[in-house]
């Protein structure tokens, strides 16, 4: 997650020309790195809430899921024809986002004896190395990576990320 956006375009540039850099395709996939971070927190939530919920608060999760797949074809309708490809990724992302918020809601009340829970103890570890890597690698595809003079400029970009990548190895193992 801290390179993948930075590096969507320079990756399709380098696989399939500019043709298909300069379209869609890097942005929709700049987009479906954050959407794949929504899916795992989600898978995680929800099973937990599934594995400990009763039968009554599973009756109420259902219902929620119900609403929020409403809201979610409501968006993807609308988004998509807007937005294309990276509409329906938005959409897709807002309802994973409905879905965690409903099961961090549950979490926090299964939790609320608990003195010792803490959803920042629930981050990898690491999380602020690679949280300052991926604004680093953000950084340098908007200052330094120049699409026109894309190879010369791509060998520092990727210089920026190498380094960001070795730093947090060293830094998180």
């Not at 949280?131 to 699409?147: C, N, P, Q, W």
Request: with cysteine.
């Amino acid at each position: 997650m801290a390179f993948g956006p930075s590096y969507c375009y320079a990756l399709i540039r380098l696989l399939y020309g500019r043709k298909w850099s300069d379209g869609e395709a890097s942005s929709a996939l700049r987009y479906y790195c954050l959407y794949v971070m929504l899916l795992a927190m989600n898978g995680t939530s929800e099973a937990f809430l599934h594995a400990v919920a009763n039968e009554k608060q599973l009756k109420r999760s259902n219902d929620s899921l119900l609403v929020f797949s409403f809201i979610y074809i409501v968006l993807n309708i609308l988004l998509v024809r807007s937005a294309g490809a990276i509409g329906l990724i938005i959409a897709n992302s807002a309802n994973m986002v409905l879905r965690i918020a409903y099961s961090a809601v549950f979490i926090k009340h299964y939790f609320q004896d608990s003195s010792s829970f803490s959803f920042w103890s629930c981050l990898p570890s690491g999380w602020t190395v690679l949280l300052f890597a991926g604004v680093a690698t953000l950084i340098s595809e908007k200052i330094v990576l120049d699409r026109d003079n894309f190879w010369m400029t791509f060998v520092l970009h990727f210089s920026v990320g190498f380094a960001c990548f070795c730093m947090s190895a060293v830094i998180i193992y």
